[in-house]
């Protein structure tokens, strides 16, 4: 590896292998930041100075018509999500996924999803695409999972997402997805959300769990047994700014929270031809560990009693699946996981 004016530069002779991994990364990066970027800026372009302004109409009449996909199961694709570039993504890292039971394909599955790390990749390469394996190790289970209906609002962006069986997050998509009369329907939410992706670090395990409890109202409401996993090395894939609670950035990300709903983290990874700076994701092993199914009978109108108890119920088993499998996966036998 070259050093210069302490840049580490990629060496040039990699094998074709590695550079399909390199590629898969490029790819997912490019439409998770630069795509929607450019939709939003591209329409206006198109639509004043050019002779398809017609399409910017056609997609307009086309989103009016599908704009409740989202929230409908969406349009999930075999083929979409089973192509190779999926692999070499999922092998860039490498991204395992680790299956502790059986699911039975005749009940349905709310899986609660941890730590959000900073975009959650993990969570799509194992539950949006095959990159992993999940069609095999989960048969018969359609999983989708959930995101914030702002990814849906940008061309291109949606549709890439809803053919990978991306959905809402909203109560109206969750009892849709999950009051299914089929069996076999699963739903992954990334329960600590924005807040918690403040405080991927890695080497950090801090959970944003204890108030979050629509999940658990929602798994009583449709009687979806609930699945906890957690996600060890989605935390290592980025660098974030030192922000402890009470920093100055902290207060900053605090305040547009408040403003725009949610609160960006100040990252980085790396790049395509240097190994210290730019927005690929490290090459660093991710394990994906799915735990076993917590039953959960059909409650239609919970009372917090019964909420809490379940929520207690879900927050030790995810405790234990960490403290199980933590030393497997690289996390010190000293390290705990923080929930708060
Ligand atoms: C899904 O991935 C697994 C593991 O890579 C592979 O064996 C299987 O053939 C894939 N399934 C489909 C339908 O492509
Ligand atoms: C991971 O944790 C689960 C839940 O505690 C446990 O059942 C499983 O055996 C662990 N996996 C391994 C390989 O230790």
């Excluded at 039975?104 to 975009?119: E, K, M, R």
């Excluded at 920093?247 to 790396?270: C, D, E, N, T, W």
């Excluded at 917090?304 to 929520?311: A, M, N, Q, S, T």
Aim: hydrophobic letters at 40%; one cysteine or more; glycine letters at 8%.
């Amino acid at each position: 590896m070259a050093k210069m004016g302490g840049i580490e530069f990629a060496p040039l002779n990699i094998p074709m292998e590695r550079r399909l991994q390199t590629l898969g990364s490029i790819y997912y990066i490019f439409i998770v930041f630069v795509l929607p970027a450019a939709t939003i800026v591209i329409p206006f372009y198109v639509f004043f100075y050019t002779s398809y302004w017609y399409l910017v109409i056609l997609n307009g009449i086309w989103m009016y018509y599908d704009w409740h996909s989202p929230k409908r199961g969406a349009y999930p694709s075999r083929w979409w999500r089973t192509m190779r570039i999926h692999t070499h993504f999922a092998n860039y890292f490498p991204i395992k996924l680790h299956r502790t039971v059986e699911l039975d394909p005749n009940q349905n599955y709310l899986f609660g999803y941890h730590p959000h790390g900073i975009i959650s990749i993990g969570a799509y390469v194992n539950f949006c695409t095959n990159g992993t394996g999940a069609f095999e190790k989960f048969p018969g289970i359609n999983i989708a999972l959930c995101t914030l209906v702002g990814q849906f609002w940008t061309p291109l962006r949606r549709e890439w997402g809803l053919l990978h069986g991306l959905i809402d997050v909203s109560r109206e998509s969750l009892l849709y997805s999950l009051s299914d009369k089929r069996k076999g329907q699963g739903v992954v939410v990334v329960v600590g959300g924005a807040e918690e992706a403040l405080d991927a670090h890695p080497g950090h395990h801090i959970l944003t769990l204890n108030r979050r409890k629509g999940f658990i109202r929602m798994a009583l409401k449709t009687g979806a047994q609930l699945v906890p996993i957690y996600s060890f090395g989605e935390n290592e894939l980025f660098l974030q700014a030192d922000n402890p609670k009470g920093s100055l950035i902290r207060s900053i990300q605090g305040y547009a929270k408040q403003v725009m709903g949610f609160s960006p983290p100040v990252f980085h990874g790396r790049g395509i031809f240097n190994y210290n700076f730019g927005l690929l994701p490290f090459r660093r092993e991710v394990n994906t560990v799915v735990g076993a199914p917590i039953a959960v009978t059909k409650t239609v109108n919970p009372t917090p009693e019964i909420v809490d108890k379940l929520h207690a119920q879900y927050t030790e088993a995810l405790m234990k699946l960490f403290e199980d499998n933590k030393t497997k996966y690289g996390v010190s036998k000293d390290s705990k996981l923080v929930i708060q």
